[in-house]
Every structure is written in C-alpha cells, then in structure tokens.
C-alpha cells in the first residue's frame, strides 16, 4: 500500500507547510520541493518496470526503439515542466509557472517532430 504512504506524507508535508509558512515562507517552499522530489523517488522504481514493459513489447512488435527514447522523453519533459510550474505557483510565481509550461509544450513540440514525420511518410504509403 504505497499511495497511503504517498498521500501521509503528502499531507504530514502539507501541515508542516502551512504551520511553516506564516513565519518562513522561504523554508516552506523548500519542504515542498524536497517533498515532491521524496514522492518521485518513492515511484521511479515503478517507472523502471513500466519502461523495460515498453521495451520488451518494442522489441516483440519489431518498432524502431528510437520512438520510444523519444516518446519517454517527451513524457519527462512533461512531467519535469509540470513539477517546475508547480513549485513556482505556490511561490506565488504564476506568470512564471505558466512560462515554463509554454517552454515545456515547446520542447514536447520539437521533439514530437521525428514521429510526427514518421507518422506522414506512412499515411502517405498508404494512399494510392
């Protein structure tokens, strides 16, 4: 039962936030960085067996790995900018939070490009 771990330390973190935040606010903003990296170490170990699952199937299905480097990428990329975007919003830094958002929807952009193309060239096999 990992997730009732998960959320007690979300919510033990989240008091120690609000009782925190009235005198340090700097320190606050600080536990909940050091939170939100503790919960993702907590579920990289399950990312791991997720990712060696796509592997295995890329291999089985005869699919270029390349596409799924780039599709773990993208997921990253969304997953980082997110976490980013958070942190600055309870920092009360939105304008900033909604900066990083558009720059990771940028990079999930470029990066989507080779697929993207890969995805056209097949349409265009398959039409007479």
Same mark, same amino acid.
């Given at each position: 039962?990992? #997730?009732l771990? #998960?959320?007690?330390?979300g919510i033990v973190a989240?008091v120690i936030i609000l009782?925190?935040k009235t ?6 903003i600080? #536990?909940s960085i050091?939170t939100? #990296?503790i919960l993702?170490l907590?579920?990289?170990?399950k990312?791991? *067996?997720v990712?060696?699952l ?5 291999g089985?299905?005869?699919?270029d790995?390349s596409y799924?480097t780039?599709?773990l ?7 980082? &900018?997110?976490?980013?975007a958070e942190?600055c919003?309870?920092?009360?830094? *939105? *304008?900033? &939070? *909604?900066?990083?958002?558009? &720059? ?6 470029v990066?989507?490009?080779?697929i993207?193309?890969s995805?056209?060239?097949l349409?265009i096999?398959?039409?007479?």
């Amino acid at each position: 039962m990992e #997730i009732l771990q #998960i959320v007690g330390l979300g919510i033990v973190a989240t008091v120690i936030i609000l009782v925190v935040k009235t005198q340090r606010p700097e320190i606050a903003i600080q #536990i909940s960085i050091i939170t939100g #990296i503790i919960l993702f170490l907590l579920v990289a170990g399950k990312l791991a *067996s997720v990712i060696a699952l796509l592997e295995k199937y890329t291999g089985r299905v005869n699919i270029d790995m390349s596409y799924l480097t780039v599709l773990l990428k993208i997921i990253g990329i969304a997953y980082i &900018a997110e976490f980013g975007a958070e942190v600055c919003k309870d920092a009360g830094e *939105s *304008s900033i &939070a *909604s900066k990083i958002e558009m &720059a990771g929807k940028i990079v999930i952009a470029v990066l989507a490009v080779p697929i993207v193309t890969s995805m056209l060239d097949l349409i265009i096999k398959i039409m007479p």
